[in-house]
Each structure stands twice: as structure tokens, then as C-alpha cells.
């Protein structure tokens, strides 16, 4: 079995699938060269021998056609710019289908991000999440969580050949909350999308300012919860 994992990031959900095909090979593509270089050195850190890992962009992949049995994307789609009139996410799948071999599966999971539920509602947490869809509006993005079987169909997927599900990814417990509200506040602090709430005036300098910091009182409250819905996609091509 030859796996792809579209966007892997650092890799973890790659190398996890390879665990499990010890017979097959995994290959793991992302845009970003640091993210790569984290999976390569983690695959090395833990003696992986039937995973690769690439810089490679989903808008092209640089695979023929019918290359492998399983493709992946988490969290991925939403990320996803349109291009020749088709959604973000609808031109992904139609690059995972082109690659995944007659018979195979192209599985997706993405987040629908209008399910969230935070509490306590600490100012700038709530806040944070309003920012990143609007952040995702103007950048022509699509929210593909609860959009999944329409998305797949128009990428080509027969609709009798795509099974559709959701789960709640919950944060409950001391331990979870600390690790879920700490990695919100790093994300803010090194991405662009403070920067760019500001600029386009979707939030003040102070507002932005404050949201890392929120992020982190969450984290060490003893009533924290969050919870959100994200729907997936099991396709046979």
C-alpha cells in the first residue's frame, strides 16, 4: 500500500500511517520547508524506514495520476485558495483524486469553525475565533467542514461513493486545555494574523495585543472547555 499525506506539517499523522503499513510506504507533502525538515528529523528520530517527506504544493502535485491507493488531508482544504472558478477545497480533492488509483480512498477531515463553544468567555479568546474567520472570508477561503460530500461530489466523486461523518474535538481536562490554549497563544504570536486583523482593521492594535495573553488565562482556568465539530470525507475513486 503506498499512502500520501497532503500538508502534513511536522509529519505526525504521516509517520503514525506508516507505523501501521509496515509493508507499504508513506510520502508526506507540505508547503512550508521548516515544517519538512521538523518530519524529516522526526522520521529519523524514530527509525522510520517507509516514510518520505517532500516541499510540494496540493494546488500541483508533483505525482502522476493513479499513484497511489490512499490520499489524506487534515485540516488542509480550508486553507485553500479557489482557482479556476472551483472553491479552495473542491480544486484540492480534484488534485488528491488525480493522484489516488482507481479504487483507492481520498479522506479528508477539516473543521467547522461555526460550532465552536469556549468557555469561560475570557475577552480575546472568543474574540480570536471571530478574527480567523473573518481572516479566512477575505482571503477567498472556504469553511469545508460541514461542506465535505458537496465539495468531494464537485470535484468528481460519484455521490453514492462518499461517506460523510463528523466528531467533536473536545478540550475538557487541565491537561488538554493547558496544551490547546498555550498552542493558540504561540500560533498567534508567530503567524501573520494579528498583523493582518490590524491592517485591515478587523481588530485595534490593543484588541491584538491582547489575544496571546487571553489565550494563556483560558489555559490555567479550572472551568475551561472547548469543543468544536469537524466534519470528514471518505471517498472511493
Known sequence: MRIL????????????????????SVVGVDMSESAIEKARESC????????????ADL??????????????AHQVLSHLSGQNGDPGPVWGLKEMRRVCKPGGLVCAREAEWSTVVIYPRIHGVNETMTLLAKLGDHAG???????????????GFRPDAITASAVAVTYTNTADCEWAGNNMASRLESSTDLAKGVELGFVTEREAARMPEAWRE????EDAFYAMV???IVCTK
Open 5 to 24: 499525506d497532503v500538508g502534513c506539517g511536522p509529519g505526525t499523522i504521516t509517520l503514525d500511517f506508516a507505523d501501521h503499513v509496515p509493508e507499504g
Open 44 to 55: 529519523k528520530q524514530r527509525g522510520t524506514a517507509n516514510a518520505s517527506f517532500s516541499v
Open 59 to 72: 494546488n500541483k502535485l508533483p505525482f502522476d495520476d493513479d499513484s497511489f491507493d490512499v490520499v489524506h
Open 141 to 155: 477561503k472556504c469553511i469545508a467542514g460541514g461542506r465535505g460530500r458537496e465539495f468531494a461530489r464537485r470535484a
Open 218 to 221: 483560558w489555559a490555567k482556568d
Open 230 to 232: 469537524h466534519g470528514q
